[in-house]
């Protein structure tokens, strides 16, 4: 690990956001919830990309309440399905017919340790952590790339992976097929795909920004830490015995506040330009993390494999 000298990063640190506007998927909970309130509070439109219209618009109404009058924040809901690569799609499109920029995407949502199951695009539904996030910011690039080309602008891509991406030394992937990627491996694995499949996407995402000319656009991976989220209902359906366990962990996690300063970090901290942290993988809090070599992807094999699958099932699905 390579550490920044200096104290750790904080909230209070997020630089003056008017002007600027976001997408956070699964922004309705958990560490989604707390990048909203706080990109809003520091003056972003931001918009919150969640499945459930009542729990997504319930948060934004807390989120207001907790914030001052005299914000006046502005939060928008879009409704996104992280399984449905035609959902994925048809969100970018309403953003796009709403807003004629997008200085911050975070691709926060995610599930985690669920049991094995086909998503709705025939995908399975961990596996969506990584095509879902795919279809919706590909769908998104011409207008990051737009705004990229604005004065003053600091586009980021942020997306959150996990220390679980280290499952995948158990099982490597295999993405030359859909059936490939289907594969019924153990929870933990499939799990530990889904997350390298995030860090693919931020690194080849970095490649051919730069191939075609664009290289103020900052891609990022983060694994935010051990959070007390709703994440930990996927463990909890596939082994419910693990209930006692789950609570034992609560009492070692951070609070989602905590978990989120990262990703906050990695979305709005001048640093990030200043360090030229390109494809970066950071680490809780805000620090610089080598990747392992299956995630740094040298020969660039795994992220272009990924890449190809995802446009096909794109043609074939969205």
Avoid at 278 to 298: C, G, I, R, T
């Amino acid at each position: 690990m390579f550490g920044f000298n200096r104290k750790q990063w904080a909230i209070s640190s997020i630089p003056n956001l008017s002007g600027r506007v976001a997408i956070v998927t699964g922004g309705n909970t958990g560490l989604g919830y707390i990048t909203v309130r706080e990109l809003a509070r520091k003056g972003a439109r931001v918009y919150m990309l969640s499945r459930t219209d009542t729990r997504a618009l319930a948060a934004i109404e807390k989120i207001k309440g907790e914030l001052s009058p005299e914000l006046k924040p502005e939060i928008e809901y879009i409704n996104f399905d992280l399984l449905s690569l035609k959902s994925a799609k048809k969100a970018a499109e309403t953003f796009i017919q709403r807003e004629n920029r997008l200085d911050i995407l975070v691709n926060n949502a995610g599930i985690m340790a669920t049991r094995y199951e086909l998503g709705p695009d025939g995908i399975e539904i961990q596996a969506c952590n990584g095509t879902g996030h795919f279809a919706l910011t590909v769908s998104l690039l011409p207008l990051l790339k737009e705004t990229a080309a604005m004065p003053d602008s600091h586009v980021r891509i942020v997306n959150i992976s996990s220390i679980g991406y280290l499952f995948t030394y158990v099982g490597k992937p295999d993405f030359s097929s859909l059936e490939g990627l289907n594969q019924n491996r153990s929870t933990w694995v499939r799990y530990g795909i889904s997350k390298l499949m995030n860090i693919l996407l931020t690194n080849e995402l970095q490649k051919r920004l730069a191939e075609s000319g664009t290289t103020n656009i900052y891609c990022l991976s983060v694994h935010p830490g051990v959070v007390d989220t709703e994440l930990i209902r996927g463990p909890l359906q596939s082994w419910p015995f693990l209930a006692p366990l789950a609570k034992i962990t609560k009492m070692f996690s951070v609070t989602p506040e905590q978990g989120a300063l990262t990703q906050l970090y990695a979305a709005t901290s001048p640093e990030i330009e200043e360090k030229d942290l390109k494809a970066a993988l950071l680490f809780p809090v805000a620090q610089l993390k080598a990747k392992a070599s299956l995630a740094e992807d040298k020969d660039g094999k795994l992220g272009s494999d990924f890449w190809a699958l995802c446009e096909a099932l794109m043609r074939q699905k969205a």
